[in-house]
């Protein structure tokens, strides 16, 4: 199969079904649905409660149940596991029937490595691994892949665009992706921070509150959009922005000594060792006898 008969696999009729759509699966709902990737008839979900299913069939127009997780894994050519990692074998257990070797199965579940998942479903599964991060809901997302020996390449080309559809996709080695939670999955959060404190810092010397954050937000927007679209390394842009005896060399100084950059990067080490951690002890769990 070639790439662009890979493409046209996914359109219609392509079945997807997310399992456990909350926050995280129905931003991915939202973006297959906005990119065409996928259509409302294409598309079933599984929520925890009738009400959520009820908003989810009102927000989409896509088929939604409270639980049935079974019968929508077999609508699906593609099965997408959104559940928190402390259900997830208890997920995959239920729905290891429908499993089959044309049904490719992909886990959002941080921390919870693929081959607990093999271990739980007992056969022969193309199945991904998925770190998503919060800013796919506004189809700005990055996100890192990692897949078995059982995903053939045409497999593979049809997840990428799938996640594709809700931003920027990379493949990366399964054991790399507590790097990735550290650095994308969590990085949101500390760049929201610095946000927060460039606001703060236009409020201090006198900006009013609407266009400290205005400029804020741009500001960040419009750098990382800079580094994106020119291809030079971040060292390079800001050396372009600062001159001799200057105000931004002036900044700069005293966010190095402040160790700025040294703050970010024990961040990622913590939130990296902190994540594999988290998925040792998984293994240590569900490894144990029932």
Same mark, same amino acid.
Request: glycine letters at 8%.
């Given at each position: 199969?070639?790439?662009?008969?890979?493409?046209?696999?996914?359109?219609?009729?392509?079945?997807?079904?997310?399992? @456990?759509?909350?926050?995280?699966? /129905?931003?991915?709902?939202?973006?297959?649905?906005?990119?065409?990737? /996928?259509?409302?008839?294409? %598309?079933?979900?599984?929520?925890?409660?009738?009400?959520?299913?009820?908003?989810?069939?009102?927000?989409?127009?896509?088929?939604?149940? /409270?639980?049935?997780?079974?019968?929508?894994?077999?609508h699906a050519d593609v099965v997408v596991l959104a559940v928190k990692p402390r259900i997830m074998a208890r997920v995959v257990h239920e729905i290891r029937w429908g499993m089959r070797a044309n049904r490719i199965v992909v886990s959002l579940a941080s921390a919870f490595p693929i081959h607990l998942i093999e271990q739980i479903v007992g056969r022969d599964t193309p199945l991904f691994r998925a770190m998503p991060n919060i800013p796919m809901v506004v189809q700005e997302g990055a996100v890192a892949i990692a897949c078995n020996a059982q995903v053939t390449?045409?497999?593979?080309?049809? %997840?990428?665009?799938?996640?594709?559809?809700?931003? %920027?996709?990379?493949?990366?080695?399964?054991?790399?992706?507590?790097?990735?939670? /550290?650095?994308? @999955?969590?990085?949101?959060?500390?760049?929201?921070?610095?946000?927060?404190?460039?606001?703060? @810092?236009?409020?201090?010397? @006198?900006?009013?509150?609407?266009?400290?954050?205005?400029?804020?937000?741009?500001?960040?927007?419009?750098?990382?959009?800079?580094?994106?679209?020119?291809?030079?390394?971040?060292?390079?842009?800001?050396?372009?922005?600062?001159?001799?005896?200057?105000?931004?060399?002036?900044?700069?100084?005293?966010?190095?000594?402040?160790?700025?950059?040294?703050?970010?990067?024990?961040?990622?080490?913590?939130?990296?060792?902190?994540?594999?951690?988290?998925?040792?002890?998984?293994?240590?769990?569900?490894?144990?006898?029932?």
């Open positions: 199969m070639s790439h662009s008969e890979a493409e046209a696999a996914l359109a219609p009729p392509c079945r997807l079904a997310v399992i @456990g759509a909350g926050n995280i699966g /129905a931003a991915l709902i939202g973006g297959l649905l906005h990119s065409g990737v /996928a259509t409302p008839e294409s %598309v079933v979900a599984t929520a925890k409660t009738e009400e959520s299913a009820a908003r989810l069939r009102e927000r989409f127009g896509i088929r939604a149940t /409270a639980g049935n997780n079974l019968a929508a894994v077999e390449a045409e497999q593979r080309d049809l %997840v990428a665009r799938i996640f594709a559809s809700i931003g %920027v996709v990379c493949f990366v080695e399964e054991d790399q992706m507590h790097a990735v939670t /550290a650095l994308s @999955g969590s990085g949101p959060a500390y760049i929201y921070m610095v946000i927060e404190a460039m606001i703060a @810092g236009g409020l201090k010397m @006198g900006l009013p509150h609407h266009a400290a954050t205005r400029l804020a937000e741009q500001t960040v927007l419009g750098a990382a959009k800079l580094v994106r679209e020119t291809g030079h390394h971040p060292a390079i842009l800001r050396d372009q922005v600062i001159t001799p005896g200057g105000v931004t060399i002036s900044a700069i100084h005293e966010l190095e000594r402040h160790g700025l950059r040294s703050m970010l990067i024990s961040a990622i080490e913590t939130a990296t060792l902190r994540s594999r951690s988290m998925s040792e002890a998984l293994v240590e769990k569900f490894a144990q006898p029932e």
